[in-house]
């Protein structure tokens, strides 16, 4: 079968490669769809070693498919079912599962595999994290499953309120879901981002207002989003949704006295970004770290997109064939769309 193979930073191509079978309790799902992401750039272009942390390896994470083969022992799944399925699964037994905070797990499993015609699904990720889909729900739409349940767990972190103004900085596929959570919990949602087109996706996602800050300096920007927010005290919630130490600075510069900034884009390893530890301290601020997704932010995602509270197809760019894979994740870091979905 074809499967994309990764070998290293700038080398990723599609190869024929054997079947693999399903063992006890995994199954085999016949992709129908699997969706580019930001890591995907990223891991193409310098590598990770945590997702691929043995070279050469199979690539992709976002995918929706029909189970094609069970293993020995599964019983929730049979061939024939739509099925989508998160990217990995925690051990349940390590300190930080024992303490409820699965996405800091010691032992994740990871799963790679989506850009390609056929993937195992592990026993674990069987078990915890793989769900079936109805009918109505679009292969295309289920795919980017992952960053839902990761955008699901930052709002559970934030504490957005009805009524509350919050600002999300980027308007790419993170921010976007993040802008449509926001407006269904009720709160008043401003979209900041450089690009006029991503700004305009955003109010379609429920904004009600945009602030391009193209061309701005910092204190420039900061004046931009505060004129929006109530009495200019600035936001009850500032969610950074870009990867940058800058956009960082930027979100918490955003806050109202006792506001909390949520921290969600993962910056390169290393990289400090800067509090002015007076209004740290003085306008009692909350900082937030949020990194990645735990199975009940999953379930919450699957029935999002299931119910179509969130329309995944609104996140997809283009459908395109596997082929064009390397092709898709040069299209995204040039700007010219946010995510693709490849269908084999």
Not at 183 to 193: C, E, F, K, N, Q
Not at 199 to 225: F, N, P, T, Y
Request: negative net charge; hydrophobic residues 45%.
């Amino acid at each position: 079968m074809r499967a994309a193979i990764f070998r290293g930073p700038g080398h990723l191509a599609i190869e024929e490669v054997d079947r693999v079978a399903p063992g006890p309790g995994e199954i085999a799902v016949t992709v129908k769809a699997a969706a580019t992401c930001g890591t995907d750039l990223k891991s193409y272009r310098r590598g990770h070693p945590k997702l691929f942390p043995v070279l050469p390896a199979r690539f992709g994470h976002e995918f929706a498919g029909i189970v094609s083969e069970v293993g020995e022992g599964v019983t929730e799944f049979e061939v024939g079912m739509r099925v989508v399925a998160a990217n990995t699964a925690p051990c349940g037994h390590c300190w930080a599962c024992t303490i409820n905070r699965e996405s800091l797990c010691e032992n994740l499993q990871f799963l790679n595999g989506a850009f390609a015609e056929e993937i195992v699904i592990p026993r674990a990720l069987v078990e915890r994290n793989t769900y079936r889909i109805p009918d109505t729900l679009a292969f295309e739409a289920a795919a980017p499953l992952e960053p839902l349940a990761t955008v699901v767990h930052g709002m559970d972190e934030s504490g957005i309120g009805l009524g509350d103004t919050v600002v999300v900085h980027g308007a790419g596929p993170i921010g976007l879901m993040f802008v449509r959570l926001a407006t269904l919990r009720g709160a008043h949602v401003i979209s900041v981002d450089q690009s006029a087109f991503r700004l305009s996706e955003a109010l379609l996602a429920g904004a009600e207002q945009s602030v391009d800050i193209s061309g701005l300096d910092a204190a420039q920007v900061d004046a931009a989003i505060r004129e929006l927010t109530p009495g200019g005290r600035g936001a009850d919630v500032s969610i950074e949704a870009v990867g940058l130490p800058v956009v960082w600075e930027q979100a918490v510069r955003a806050l109202r006295p006792g506001g909390t900034a949520v921290l969600f884009g993962g910056t390169p390893k290393g990289a400090p970004f800067s509090v002015d530890s007076s209004a740290m301290h003085y306008q009692e601020y909350t900082l937030k770290g949020v990194f990645h997704h735990a199975p009940k932010y999953v379930k919450t995602a699957v029935d999002l997109l299931a119910s179509g509270k969130v329309d995944g197809m609104s996140l997809i760019s283009e459908t395109r064939p596997l082929e064009a894979l390397v092709d898709s994740l040069e299209d995204m870091a040039a700007g010219r769309g946010s995510k693709y979905a490849l269908v084999p």
